[in-house]
């Protein structure tokens, strides 16, 4: 606005410089300076307000995509969170299962081949056990149990008669067909066989 009137007062002093003459071109000539330079002043003053109102749209734009940015922003390392939580969740998981199968391949072979050689060590314990039982029964029993067993089991027996059974072994046949879980009457038929 200064400046517009400093152009006008300007155009004035010249004016009134040269004489105040009937010119009126002169004046006419100032007078269209005048209202070009009028016009000028309003568009130039419209033309800032637009870019003023231009300015504070974009700056006001700009605040709201800052704003959405920071909450895309927010979202983003919520989610990348969720996704760090989930992958230690499967992390963990898939470390379980790895230690499952490698106790579960470890396991079966263990189980297979000590199953397998229990059957095969069961004949040898059992064998084991009857030599050892039968070491440590007293010599005289045992040969008592060998005569004996020759004698029942030959044709002709040299002890005994072929169809005479000593009255003390039929008692203790007899004893032992009477009660089969007294283990003194099976102790005592052995001897007797």
Request: proline residues 4%; negative net charge; glycine residues 4%.
């Amino acid at each position: 606005m200064i400046k517009n009137q400093r152009i006008l007062l300007t155009m004035l002093l010249t004016i009134v410089i040269t004489g105040c003459s009937q010119d009126e071109r002169l004046a006419r000539m100032a007078q269209e300076s005048v209202q070009q330079q009028r016009s000028q002043n309003e568009e130039m003053t419209r033309l800032n307000r637009e870019v003023a109102e231009g300015v504070k749209r974009l700056v006001e734009s700009e605040h709201e995509s800052r704003k959405e940015l920071t909450s895309l922003q927010r979202e983003v390392q919520r989610q990348q969170a969720d996704v760090g939580v989930q992958r230690d969740r499967l992390e963990s998981e898939r470390q379980r299962i790895a230690g499952e199968r490698y106790r579960d391949s470890l396991l079966v072979p263990v189980l297979h081949y000590g199953g397998l050689l229990l059957v095969c060590a069961l004949p040898l314990l059992l064998s084991w056990y009857l030599l050892h039982d039968w070491r440590s029964a007293p010599q005289d029993e045992l040969a008592i149990s060998e005569l004996l067993i020759e004698e029942f089991a030959s044709d002709r027996p040299r002890l005994l008669c072929p169809g005479a059974i000593s009255p003390v072994i039929e008692h203790h046949v007899q004893q032992r067909l009477a009660d089969p879980d007294d283990p003194s009457a099976s102790h005592d038929e052995s001897v007797a066989i």
